[in-house]
């Protein structure tokens, strides 16, 4: 197949293996989706940071458990369809546009991610993605 024609589940293909919720830095959440995801478990703001948060980078994440997996990791995500945005989007990140090394880098994270793309092709389909999931 050309490399123009590849869409973005050609270039990425989730494995449902967990990898990337283990680890690895932590899960950025705004406001907004602490709000969501604290209603979604029938919670209030304050005690999901508490009980489910952490800080890093003077940011606030998903709180990890001992074995390192997200706190909400468990076979599968349990909260799937109110999962922060950088869950949502990955591996269609911002920082793939600044440096297309980062999508090296996560592939030896994520068994998902294809690395016999040319670059260019590879910002562009993270482009489309991050502009469809704003
Ligand atoms: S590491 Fe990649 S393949 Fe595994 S669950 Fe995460 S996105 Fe899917
Ligand atoms: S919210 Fe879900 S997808 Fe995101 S890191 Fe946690 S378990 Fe993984």
């Given at each position: 197949?050309?490399?123009?024609?590849l869409?973005?589940?050609d270039?990425?293909?989730?494995k449902?293996?967990?990898?990337?919720?283990k680890?690895y830095?932590?899960?950025?959440?705004?406001e907004?989706?602490?709000?969501?995801?604290?209603?979604?478990?029938?919670?209030?703001?304050?005690?999901?940071?508490?009980n489910?948060?952490?800080?890093?980078?003077?940011?606030?994440i998903?709180?990890?458990?001992?074995?390192?997996?997200?706190?909400f990791?468990?076979?599968?995500?349990t909260?799937?369809s109110?999962?922060?945005?950088?869950?949502?989007?990955?591996?269609?990140?911002e920082s793939i546009?600044v440096?297309t090394?980062?999508?090296?880098?996560m592939?030896?994270?994520?068994?998902?991610?294809?690395?016999?793309?040319?670059?260019?092709?590879i910002?562009?389909?993270?482009?489309?993605?991050?502009?469809?999931?704003?």
């Amino acid at each position: 197949m050309p490399y123009n024609n590849l869409k973005s589940e050609d270039i990425f293909k989730c494995k449902k293996c967990g990898d990337c919720c283990k680890g690895y830095g932590g899960t950025f959440i705004t406001e907004k989706e602490i709000e969501t995801i604290a209603a979604h478990i029938h919670t209030d703001p304050d005690t999901f940071v508490e009980n489910y948060c952490q800080i890093s980078g003077g940011k606030r994440i998903l709180a990890q458990a001992g074995d390192m997996y997200c706190i909400f990791w468990d076979g599968l995500c349990t909260i799937h369809s109110v999962k922060p945005r950088m869950c949502k989007t990955w591996p269609f990140i911002e920082s793939i546009l600044v440096d297309t090394i980062n999508w090296s880098i996560m592939a030896s994270l994520c068994p998902g991610i294809r690395t016999d793309v040319p670059n260019r092709i590879i910002k562009k389909r993270v482009a489309e993605e991050l502009s469809r999931n704003l």
